[in-house]
């Protein structure tokens, strides 16, 4: 697939990756959130690109937790690990049938938020228990859709988990959560691109030794770093929710000239929504005159 590419678009992926890789090590978290929406506008199939970095975090976050794994919070990781893995397995289903429309957008949408708190210094936190299950169970759900589900996790650990133990144990986490996805993607057939993740390996391992390097300046100028970060991802999220006007436009208006009982019974047949009955909804659906 990376050979389909020009070759101007081809160092563009390189140093995408190389920023992903950085981004990884060096905050522990936010290589998919900061480095999927760029790629998008690469190549706008996030199927593409998700199993290629999920390649890159099991080799990577199973190389740095070699001579780590005691320093692992694993008491807080599995209770945890109750709220987040369900959601995220159905968030795998759910990247596997939603057209790439929705997708996009759902990924921009995410990061445009993550962008604002940044840029504004806020903190997406919690003082309730109940508040922390909610965000861990969304969290959950949106790294199984699209990995970019991290910062509402990492949110969560932070009051939960020592610092010196939060970064180990968030790669844990990575590690067990990108190994579900990938072996749902190999127990349904889906195209991995593993040939295209080992040849951005070398690239993605630049990243990776300069995240490392530079992880402590970063926790000591995080708010300076996550402002910068957050203005940049609200330019490029505008950009990528405006590039998708038309086509969102478009599916609105078909949805308001046939209804939506016409637009979601005939748009099953493409299997946007093969978990839903034909007999069931759309009957429901045409009784309330929708």
């Known amino acids: 697939m990376l050979l389909d590419f020009s070759p101007s678009q081809i160092v563009i992926v390189a140093l995408l990756f190389v920023w992903a890789g950085f981004v990884r090590t060096g905050l522990g978290f936010g290589g998919a959130a900061l480095g999927l929406p760029l790629m998008l506008f690469v190549h ?8 290629i970095i999920s390649v890159h975090l099991l080799f990577f976050s199973g190389l740095t937790l070699r001579t780590r794994l005691h320093n692992v919070d694993w008491q807080y990781l599995r209770h945890s690990s109750a709220y987040i893995i369900p959601p995220a397995i159905v968030g795998v289903f759910g990247l596997l049938n939603l057209p790439i429309l929705w997708l996009n957008f759902f990924i921009y949408s995410i990061t445009l938020f993550y962008g604002l708190m940044w840029l504004l210094n ?51 986490l990575w590690f067990i959560l990108v190994s579900i996805k990938m072996t749902t993607f190999i127990a349904l057939s889906a195209d991995l691109h593993f040939v295209t993740a080992l040849m951005l390996l070398p690239v993605a391992a630049i990243g990776h030794v300069l995240g490392l390097k530079a992880h402590t300046a970063i926790m000591h100028n995080e708010l300076v770093f996550k402002r910068w970060i957050g203005g940049g991802l609200v330019i490029v999220s505008g950009l990528g929710l405006w590039g998708l006007r038309h086509d969102i436009m478009a599916v609105a208006n078909d949805m308001g000239a046939n209804g939506l009982s016409k637009w979601l019974c005939g748009h099953q047949k493409r299997d946007i929504f093969p978990w839903l009955s034909n007999d069931s909804l759309c009957t429901n659906l045409k009784d309330f005159n929708l």
């Open 44 to 51: 706008n199939d996030a199927r593409l690109w998700l199993p």
């Open 122 to 172: 806020r903190a997406i936190s919690s003082s309730q228990p109940w508040v922390d299950k909610v965000l861990l169970v969304i969290g959950g759900y949106v790294a199984g859709t699209s990995l970019t589900g991290a910062p509402l996790m990492v949110a969560v650990y932070m009051h939960n988990v020592s610092k010196d133990k939060l970064r180990d144990t968030l790669f844990v």
